[in-house]
């Protein structure tokens, strides 16, 4: 593992966050919206990264690595091979074959789904659930409930990015534990 800087931070981290691109008012008027793209574009930060998680989560006994449509299945399958596990992917309605089990859960206004394959998670498999970011915290808390129902250990939540003003929204969450390696304060 890298040496941790003089603040208790990974140095890998600064890099990490300077390749975040932030753009403001997108997709609409106050959203500071955080670009990933730069970061995957950049051969060294998005390894530290993959790096970083894999560090952390490697020898946990974690079966699972769930990733939540779209971007966790971007930093997903590379964390799950390298610790030894399976890549399940949270998506949004219809668009996985076949049978599915679903979990709704609710938007600023309305609701939707997070669904996953029946058959693809087995009861007392440990699952890590990783994302890029937490927007609202709604999709990460209904992928926990939804492993949850068929009585998988979710160990924790991992994400490149949390926003400052959830700290709240995802303590109510029921298992929330969160890894992240930048916090955005906006």
């Known amino acids: 593992m890298a040496e941790c800087a003089t603040d208790g ?11 975040i691109r932030v753009i403001p008012d997108f997709p609409k008027p106050g959203i500071m919206f955080q670009d990933i ?3 995957l574009l950049d051969t060294k930060a998005f390894k530290d990264t993959v790096d970083l998680f ?4 490697k020898g ?4 699972v690595v769930a990733g939540i449509e779209a971007r966790g299945f971007i930093f997903g399958p590379p964390i ?3 610790i030894g596990a399976k ?7 219809k668009k996985l074959p076949g049978e599915v089990i679903s979990e709704e859960y609710a938007l600023e206004y309305g609701t939707d789904k997070i669904e996953m394959h029946v058959g693809a998670v ?3 498999e440990r699952a ?3 994302d890029d970011l937490i927007a609202t915290g709604g999709t990460l808390c209904a992928a926990i409930r939804l492993l949850e129902r068929v009585e998988v250990d979710v160990v924790e939540c991992a994400c490149v990015i949390e926003l400052a003003e959830l700290k709240e929204t995802l303590a109510s969450c029921p298992a929330m534990a969160d890894f992240h390696l930048r916090e955005n304060a906006h």
């Open 60 to 63: 946990k006994c974690i079966s």
């Open 9 to 19: 931070k990974d140095p890998r981290i600064a890099g990490i966050a300077s390749a």
């Open 128 to 130: 890590l659930v990783i």
């Open 80 to 82: 799950a091979l390298a």
């Open 37 to 39: 793209t730069t970061l």
């Open 54 to 57: 894999v560090e952390r989560y």
């Open 87 to 93: 890549f399940v992917p949270m998506r949004k309605p």
């Open 122 to 124: 087995q009861a007392g």
